[in-house]
């Protein structure tokens, strides 16, 4: 699991993304017309790609796509992300 | 002399006996409850092991024939909705008027997924408020594990069997169906879909092979379109017509997912005890799930209450329907 290619799905789901829009760093709650049902649909696209279901409060502790990724790495394995 | 409207004046619905658990579904594929009921919502849904989509729908006809002390020769028309028909023709509406005895009747079948029963009852409104029909019978029915592949972890959580019927008749006091949205955008086709049997893909050894004639979901696509669309046109319904959260009684929202039934009902800033949810309960019964919600809701509903009906679907097809309630358990 790479967080390139963590970015990338996040790039295409969005149409409103286009490649390299986002960056590890970027505050996913700056992004442009940022709502709930953005936050919805991340946690279905990482349920989806990677199985792993974020609830609301591990999502409330992420400010960035990186906090996004390692938590997501941190369920599937308990162990630390490789960025 | 007042404008017609088109109310609904009676509601039954119909479930299989057989329930098909979370724990049942453990059995058939790597699942589990709790991956199930995070995700969905759904602790368990009906299926329907002997007969047809028109069997359940007659249950449910008949049930609400006798609960109005209406003669079957008094309907005039049945259209119902169903991807899941009998045959792909003749239509499980012909079928279903002969087995109930409603020989005065003539009825259609219509397509559009979990969104057939809002479509069905815009549609059977305008043959009420034309002043032509008396006593319209509106279905929504589906024998989803009828097309659901059993190996399938992805689709076959979701779905259950049920029937649901409302009858249509005329108000002349302002109220039964306000207003309507309803949408198709067709280039979502492939993200929800039987591909096989049609004209598309007709029925041969391969279509079987190739599991053709079961459902097929693309989860995350779906999940996006359905969180935004419902949502939206939940909303748009409200300001349409000029209602606040406070106005609105009930929201009936289509019962796919809890959590795209939450983000409706906060995009609409209704509390949860305004949103019939049955989900757990019968899981998605796709054209019933609308109609059934009615059913197990009806005792609470008032004369008067404003209801909006939200639903999205295969096609992609979704919409909403306002209602005045026309009377009171």
Redo the contacts between chains.
Sequence with gaps: MEIVDFIAAIEE?FEDLNPGDVSPNSVFRDMEGWS??HA??F???I???YDV?LNGDELKSCVTIKDLFDITFLKINGGGANT | MNKITAAITGVQGYLPEDVLSNEDLTKMVDTSDEWITTRTGIKERRIMKNGASSDMAEQAVIKLLQKKNIDPLEIELVILASVTPDYLFPSTANVLCDKVGMTNAWGFDLSAACSGFLFALTTATQFIENGRYKKVLVVGVDKMSSIVDYTDRTTCVIFGDGAGVVLLEPNEEGLGIQDHILRTDGSGREFLIQPGGGSANPSTFETVEKKMHFVKQEGLQVFKFAVTKMADVSAEIMEKNNLSSDDVAWLVPHQANLRIIDATASRMGLSTDKVMINIQKYGNTTAATLPLCLWDYESQLKKGDNIILSAFGGGFTWGAILIKWAYNS
């Design positions: 789901e709930s049902m919805l649909i946690v279905a696209l349920d989806s790609k279901l």
